[in-house]
């Protein structure tokens, strides 16, 4: 399970209620929450944001708080 996909089912966030809301398709909403390969564009974290009422850049902050800088 991906960042996406944790941080939605630790808020028992309903995908096809964000699907209907947002236009992202139930298919491409569960790649973005299973698949570690998917790339989140902004857009669809922008509307996923809305879609549950949460703040984009505390949705950005949770689910790549590991990402660090090269040093």
């Known amino acids: 399970m991906t ?3 944790e941080y939605l089912t630790k808020r028992s966030i309903n995908k096809s209620e964000v699907s209907r809301k947002t236009g ?3 298919p491409r909403l569960s790649e ?3 698949k570690e390969s998917a ?3 902004a857009k669809e974290l922008y509307l996923i944001s809305l879609a549950i009422g949460a703040d ?3 949705v ?3 689910i790549y708080s ?6």
């Open 60 to 62: 950005l902050k949770e």
């Open 66 to 71: 590991k990402v660090k800088l090269e040093s």
């Open 56 to 58: 984009p850049c505390e």
């Open 32 to 34: 973005l929450t299973l």
């Open 39 to 41: 790339h989140l564009r």
């Open 24 to 26: 992202i398709s139930k």
């Open 3 to 5: 960042e996406l996909g």
